[in-house]
């Protein structure tokens, strides 16, 4: 299916280029050469990322007492990874435009389920040692991004899978590769590689439905499969909410696991709210079931 994929990226004309800046960011993650006033000066050519990332800074997600007025104080009182991670996250969620909400598919909760796989993943990177935090986090922003390609390119049948997907007769997984013929991680991975993403993190994309990685035996593709499955077990699904009450099935033992090294699901959805807050504004829509998922 990867070659399908890759055409269907490849045949898509408005599919929007990774942000320059974002570009940037992600190049110096691991340039040693790189410092903090580096990073500053290259975010601060973006005025709106600049606001957005200023605005984060001063968000609940993080806490702080101080307030951060600029870049540099930014990148000084959250450090250089932790601003990388936020300026990514922050441009890319921008980066795909269009309707937030249809009849059928609503982008904040795209971002929320998002928000939230990253959250748990960055949280689950540190408790476990297993990958690096910032990465984590990323990647879990990142990880259902062929869903928009999808959503853009064959509108029609996705807007298929999604309804077959809110009528709780089949993950919506299952339901976009019966309708579209492709499967979003797929995309997802195309996508990644048209974007020239580092390679971990289209092994992310790539694999986040598989349930057997781990972090301990495959490091930052386990956390962030493990973070999908946790946040998907509460029914905070990508971009919509199944139609009617659903009940949860009992946690399995290694996603308690999981759940307990983040807080607890309560907690890893307010720091989504937080985050997608500072980043795109306040989401008009949330999960319904988010007060009752502890």
């Known amino acids: 299916m990867g070659k399908n994929a890759a055409a269907l990226v490849d045949g898509i004309d408005d599919i929007p280029p990774l942000p320059a800046v974002a570009a940037r960011v992600m190049g110096m993650a691991d340039d040693d050469r790189t410092s903090a006033l580096d990073l500053a000066q290259v ?20 806490g702080f007492a101080r307030r951060v ?40 909760l ?45 509108p029609a049948e996705f ?4 309804l077959k997907a809110r009528s709780g007769q089949m993950s919506l997984h299952a339901a976009e590769v019966r309708f579209t013929g492709f499967a979003h991680d797929e995309v997802g991975r195309a996508l990644g590689e048209r974007w020239k993403f580092p390679g971990h993190l289209i092994d992310c994309v790539g694999g986040h439905h598989n349930a057997r990685l781990t972090p301990e035996a495959d490091g930052l593709a386990g956390v962030i499969a493990q973070a999908n499955r946790l946040v998907l077990h509460y029914g905070l699904h990508c971009g919509y909410e199944v139609d009617g009450e659903v009940e949860s099935p009992a946690l399995p033992p290694d ?27 306040t989401p008009e829509t949330w999960y319904a079931s988010a007060a009752a998922a502890g």
């Open 110 to 154: 795209f971002w929320g389920h998002s928000c939230a796989v990253a959250v748990t993943a960055e949280t689950l990177a540190k408790k476990t040692r297993m990958a690096k935090p910032e990465d984590a986090f990323t990647a879990g922003v990142l990880h259902d991004i062929g869903r928009l390609v999808l959503r853009q390119a064959l």
């Open 255 to 281: 996603l308690a696991r999981v759940e307990d090294a983040c807080g607890g699901i309560d907690r890893v959805l307010d720091r989504a709210f937080s985050f997608i807050e500072g980043a795109t504004g």
């Open 43 to 62: 975010l601060s050519t973006d005025q709106a990322l600049t606001a957005k990332l200023i605005r984060i800074s001063n968000s609940a997600y993080y």
């Open 69 to 108: 007025s600029t870049v540099r104080e930014a990148v000084l009182v959250l450090g250089f990874k932790q601003v990388r991670q936020v300026a990514v996250g922050a441009s890319i969620m921008n980066t795909f435009k269009g309707p937030k909400r249809d009849d059928v598919f609503d982008l904040d």
């Open 159 to 162: 807007r298929e899978a999604v």
